[in-house]
C-alpha cells in the first residue's frame, strides 16, 4: 500500500513493532521498502506483549505525526492505536482508522470482557475522533456499522501487483514434489491455520464431496496459526488421510505453483474482512469456492469468478463437487482474473488512496 502510494510521488512511512518478526526479518523488509522509496522503522517492544506495547515506538510517533499531513492507523486494540491517535490530537493531524475486521461481530465478540477494558480506556475514543474508517469491502462497513460510533467510512480495497502474477510456472511443481497427488484434482486452501479460516468445515465438506467425485485432492497451505492439530484430527476421523497434504508456509514462487496445480480454491472463513487469497487465487485465473463471510462475495459473485455458499458442511461440500463438475472452468478463472485487473489492482487503488488522503489532510487546521 505505502509503496503504490510513494510511486504517485509522496513521502510514505511506516512505524510498527517487532511483533512476530522472524530474526533477520526486519533487516530484510527495511531494505525492500527502501528500495520502494518507504521509510520503514521497526521498534522493540516491551511488556505487557499482549498488546504490542513500544514506548520507543510511541515517542517517534510523537515525533513524526507532527511533521505530516495524515497518518494512517491500522488495528484495533493494540497500544500502537492509543499512541499514534494520542500524537494526531496533539498534533491536530487528521487519521485514517483501518480496522481490519475486527469490527465483523463475529470478531468483536470474541474476548469481549477484554476489548470491552480497552474501549473504555481507549478505543471507542479512537474510533469516534477518526477523520475516516477505512473499510476493505462495503459488506465490511456494513457489518461495523453498530461499533463505529457514527464515523464515516470509505471502501479501499486490498491490492495485487499484477506484474507478480503474470508469469506462472509450469504445471505439475506440486504434483511432482508430492507424488501421492498423482493426477487428482487440487482443492487448494491456501491461508493461516486459524480457528476463523473454517478449516472444520473445509476437510468434513471434502470428504463427503469425495463421495461423489473420485479423483479429488486437498492441498492444505499455509503456517500453523493454532488449527493444525485439529484439522489433522478431523482428517483422520474421516479417514481420508491418502487424500490430503500439508504444504505450510510458502515463499511467492512456491505460492504461484500451488495456484498453477490447483482446480479450486476454497476458502470458507467464518469471518473474513477482505481475502487477499482469494484475489491472488483469482489472479492465477483459479476459480474460488468461498462462504458468504469473506467479505468480497458479492464481487465474486457479481462477476461469475466462483461460487458462494453458507458456513456449513453440506453448502460447501456441494461448491466442490459444483466446481468440480464445472464445464467452463476456464472461463470462469478468466473472469476472476478480469474482476482482478479491474478492482483489485495497486496502481488504481493508489489513485484512491491518494485522493482520501488529500480530502483528510485538507481538513487539517492550519
Not at 507424488?179 to 463427503?208: C, Q, T
Not at 505460492?255 to 472463513?269: M, Y
Not at 483459479?286 to 469473506?294: C, R
Request: glycine share 6%.
Amino acid at each position: 500500500m505505502a509503496r503504490a502510494v510513494a510511486r504517485r510521488g509522496h513521502h510514505m512511512a511506516i512505524y510498527t513493532t517487532d511483533r512476530a518478526l522472524a530474526p533477520g526479518e526486519g533487516e530484510r523488509l527495511q531494505k525492500a521498502a527502501a528500495r520502494d522509496k518507504v521509510d520503514l522503522r521497526i521498534f522493540p517492544q516491551q511488556a505487557p506483549r499482549l498488546l504490542a506495547t513500544s514506548w520507543p515506538l510511541a515517542r517517534a510517533l510523537d515525533a513524526a505525526v507532527s511533521q505530516s499531513d495524515v497518518v494512517h492507523i491500522h488495528s484495533l486494540y493494540l497500544f500502537h492505536v492509543w499512541a499514534a491517535a494520542r500524537a494526531c490530537r496533539r498534533h491536530g493531524v487528521p487519521y485514517l482508522l483501518r480496522p481490519h475486521g475486527t469490527l465483523d461481530p463475529y470478531l468483536w465478540n470474541r474476548h469481549r470482557l477484554r476489548k470491552a477494558v480497552m474501549e473504555w480506556a481507549f478505543q471507542d475514543r479512537v474510533i469516534r475522533e477518526a477523520a475516516a474508517l477505512h473499510y476493505t469491502a462495503a459488506e465490511e462497513m456494513k457489518l461495523a456499522e453498530p461499533y463505529a460510533h457514527g464515523a464515516p467510512g470509505v471502501v479501499i480495497p486490498n491490492g495485487l501487483d499484477l506484474s507478480e502474477y503474470a508469469d506462472l510456472p509450469p504445471p505439475g511443481r506440486v504434483r511432482t514434489e508430492h507424488p501421492e497427488i498423482g493426477n487428482r484434482r487440487i482443492v487448494l486452501f491456501l491461508s493461516r491455520l486459524n480457528f476463523k479460516k473454517g478449516l472444520d468445515l473445509l476437510v468434513p465438506a471434502f470428504a463427503e464431496a469425495c463421495r461423489s467425485v473420485n479423483d479429488l485432492h486437498l492441498v492444505i497451505a499455509g503456517p500453523d496459526d493454532g488449527m493444525k492439530p485439529q484439522t489433522e484430527r478431523l482428517i483422520a476421523e474421516a479417514r481420508i488421510g491418502s487424500r490430503v497434504t500439508f504444504l505450510g508456509m510458502l515463499d511467492h514462487v512456491q505460492k504461484l505453483a500451488a495456484f498453477r496445480d490447483a482446480t479450486l480454491f476454497a476458502l470458507p472463513s467464518y469471518s473474513e474482512n477482505f481475502g487477499i487469497a482469494v484475489v491472488e487465487a483469482m489472479a492465477c485465473g483459479v476459480p474460488v469456492a468461498i462462504s458468504d463471510k469473506v467479505n468480497i462475495w458479492r464481487e465474486v459473485q457479481d462477476a461469475g469468478a466462483g461460487l458462494v455458499a453458507s458456513t456449513t458442511v453440506p453448502a460447501v461440500a456441494r461448491q466442490i463437487v459444483q466446481l468440480a463438475r464445472e464445464p467452463d472452468l476456464d472461463g470462469m478463472g478468466a473472469r476472476g482474473r478480469h474482476l482482478v485487473e479491474q478492482r483489485f489492482a495497486w496502481d488504481k487503488i493508489a489513485q484512491d488512496l491518494e485522493s482520501v488522503y488529500r480530502s483528510l489532510a485538507a481538513k487539517r487546521p492550519s
